[in-house]
C-alpha cells in the first residue's frame, strides 16, 4: 500500500478543482489532484469565456498564456427568437472561445506548474473521513475538496443531496466550416431562444469549425434528441452535423447548493450547483467557488472550514443565483419573454445591457429594473 499524506486532496481537475489546487499549492499546501479522466479530455461546453473569466485566470490564478488556448474573440452577439433574427449589438466587453479539451490542459499544466501531484486515469474506489483509495494506492488528507461534477461522489460521501428538478441536459455538436453551408455567415456567435422553456441555443464560431448546442430544461419524457436535431434543422446544419460527434452533458441549472460543504469537505463548481440559472454559464463560478475553496483552506483564522466556505460563497456566488432563478422565470415566462423580446427588436441599448449581463458587468435586478421601468415606471 502506497501510504502518502496531503494537506488537501481535490477530486476533479475541471476548472474549479485545477483553480482551487493552484492557488492552495500557491499558498504553500500539499496538494493531491485526481480525476477519473485521462487529459487532454473532451468535455461538451460552449467554451465561451466572459471579461471577468479572463481577469480571474489572468490575475487572480496568475496563469500566463491564455490567449494562446482561445480560438477566437468577439465583442459583438447576435440574438434570434426561433430562426428569426432579432438584433445584435457591439460592446466594450469580449467574449473569448475556447475548446474545453485544450483549455482544461491549460489549467490541469498550471496546476502541475504550481506544485500539484496530479493523477489522470485515477480509479477511486473509496472514500473515507481522512483518505481516498485509488485502485490500491491509499491517500491520506486533513481536507477534501469535491470538484467531481454535477454527479459528484464527494457530495455523496457528505450525504448532501442536489435538488434533481433543476438539472438541465445539453446537448453539443463541433461541425468544420467547410462542412456549412457556404451562403450562411458564422463569423459572430448567436444565441437561440425559443426551441427550449428555460434555456436556449447557441452557435459560437472557433476558428475553423462552429459550437452548436442546445441546453435547457426539458419535460419529463421529451426527446431531446429529437428537439436537438430540429434545431440543427432550423439552423440548415443538420447534414453537416451528421459527421461529427454529438455529445451530451448534465447541468445543475438551478441546483445550487446552499450549504457546499461539511466538515472537512468542501464542494466548488458544478459539484455544488454553481451554474448561472438564466445563462448556464459555469467556468466562472467554478474558478471563483476554487478561489475561495482555497482562501478558506489556506487561512488559519478559519477553525470552521465549512462555514466559512458556505459564508463566502453566500456572498460572491449563491446569492447572485438566487437572483438569476428569479430572472429565469421573468426571462422565460410570459408576458416577460414577449417583452423582452420585443426589447431586444428595437433597442440596440437593451441588447448592450443583454450583453452585459452575459459578461457580468450588470446584475439582473438592474437588467430587469432597465427591461421594464419605462413600461411600469409613472411618469
Request: charged share 20%.
Amino acid at each position: 500500500m502506497n501510504h502518502n499524506s496531503y494537506d488537501v486532496a481535490i477530486i476533479g481537475a475541471g476548472p474549479a478543482g485545477c483553480s482551487a489546487g493552484i492557488m492552495l499549492a500557491k499558498n504553500g499546501a500539499k496538494v493531491l489532484l485526481l480525476d477519473k479522466s485521462e487529459f487532454p479530455r473532451e468535455k461538451p461546453c460552449g467554451g465561451l469565456l466572459t471579461e471577468k473569466t479572463y481577469s480571474i485566470i489572468s490575475k487572480t490564478l496568475g496563469l500566463k498564456g491564455l490567449d494562446d488556448v482561445i480560438l477566437q474573440k468577439s465583442d459583438s452577439f447576435e440574438i434570434y427568437d426561433g430562426k428569426r433574427f432579432i438584433n445584435s449589438a457591439c460592446t466594450s466587453s469580449y467574449t473569448y472561445y475556447v475548446s474545453r479539451k485544450s483549455f482544461d490542459n491549460f489549467l490541469l499544466e498550471g496546476a502541475r506548474q504550481a506544485g500539484c501531484v496530479v493523477l489522470t486515469g485515477a480509479s477511486i474506489s473509496n472514500i473515507e473521513t481522512n483518505c481516498v483509495r485509488v485502485g490500491m494506492g491509499h491517500y491520506k488528507f486533513e481536507y477534501l475538496v469535491g470538484a467531481d461534477g454535477v454527479n459528484s461522489m464527494v457530495r455523496r460521501h457528505c450525504g448532501i443531496l442536489m435538488p434533481k428538478d433543476n438539472i438541465a441536459v445539453g446537448l453539443q455538436v463541433d461541425v468544420p466550416l467547410n462542412k456549412m453551408r457556404p451562403n450562411l455567415e458564422w463569423d459572430l456567435p448567436r444565441i437561440y431562444f425559443g426551441y427550449v422553456k428555460y434555456g436556449w441555443g447557441w452557435a459560437f464560431p472557433k476558428g475553423n469549425y462552429v459550437s452548436l448546442g442546445l441546453a435547457g430544461l426539458f419535460p419529463k419524457g421529451a426527446n431531446i434528441k429529437q428537439a436537438f436535431d430540429f434545431f440543427l434543422t432550423e439552423l440548415s446544419c443538420q447534414e453537416a452535423a451528421k459527421e461529427s460527434q454529438i455529445r451530451s452533458a448534465q447541468i445543475p441549472y438551478g441546483s445550487y447548493l446552499s450549504s457546499p460543504g461539511k466538515n472537512n469537505v468542501l464542494l466548488i463548481g458544478d459539484a455544488a450547483g454553481f451554474v448561472d440559472p438564466v445563462t448556464g454559464e459555469g467556468i466562472y463560478n467554478a474558478i471563483l467557488s476554487g478561489a475561495i475553496a482555497a482562501d478558506v483552506l489556506s487561512n488559519t483564522v478559519h477553525t470552521n472550514k465549512a462555514e466559512a466556505h458556505r459564508n463566502q460563497c453566500r456572498t460572491k456566488i449563491i446569492n447572485p443565483l438566487r437572483q438569476g432563478m428569479m430572472a429565469r422565470w421573468f426571462l422565460f415566462e410570459e408576458p416577460f419573454y414577449s417583452l423582452a423580446m420585443k426589447k431586444f427588436h428595437g433597442n440596440s441599448k437593451h441588447m448592450k445591457l443583454f450583453m452585459r449581463v452575459l459578461a457580468g458587468d450588470v446584475d439582473y435586478i438592474d437588467y430587469f429594473y432597465e427591461t421594464i421601468k419605462r413600461k411600469f415606471r409613472p411618469n
